[in-house]
């Protein structure tokens, strides 16, 4: 599955952007799609994730402030994100699980800069 994030940019704490990434190159119905993100000098941690069914889970310091949806004729996650604070600045990285026969797989998509000023 090929993954093209978009909607990074720069923006001033308390304001709000909106992440997409779709998915293509594959049939496969994809299960779970996925936010991440990379922070400078930080691990890559799960920002939120949503399956194909519409549950929702979010990492506690996002939760109330972002929110994630999905498309799944569209095969695109999105990723609304309000109340933006300096510590949100990372990467923000794309995630699509789905089982392939009997095996789990995922893929990345290539990223897309968030950056919060004070």
């Known amino acids: 599955v090929q993954l093209q994030a978009s909607g990074g940019g720069l923006v001033q704490a308390g304001g709000y952007l909106r992440l997409s990434c779709a998915a293509s190159?594959?049939?496969?119905?994809?299960?779970?799609m996925a936010w991440y993100r990379q922070g400078p000098g930080k691990r890559r941690e799960l920002v939120a994730s949503?399956?194909?069914?519409?549950?929702?889970d979010y990492a506690g310091s996002v939760k109330g402030r972002f929110t994630i949806s999905r498309d799944n004729a569209k095969n695109t996650v999105y990723l609304q994100m309000n109340s933006l604070k300096p510590e949100d600045t990372a990467v923000y990285y794309c995630?699509?699980?789905?089982?392939?026969?009997?095996?789990?797989?995922?893929?990345w998509g290539q990223g897309t800069l968030v950056t919060v000023s004070s």
């Open positions: 949503i399956n194909r069914g519409g549950d929702t």
């Open positions: 995630n699509a699980g789905y089982w392939e026969g009997v095996s789990w797989s995922d893929d």
């Open positions: 190159g594959n049939s496969i119905p994809i299960n779970v």
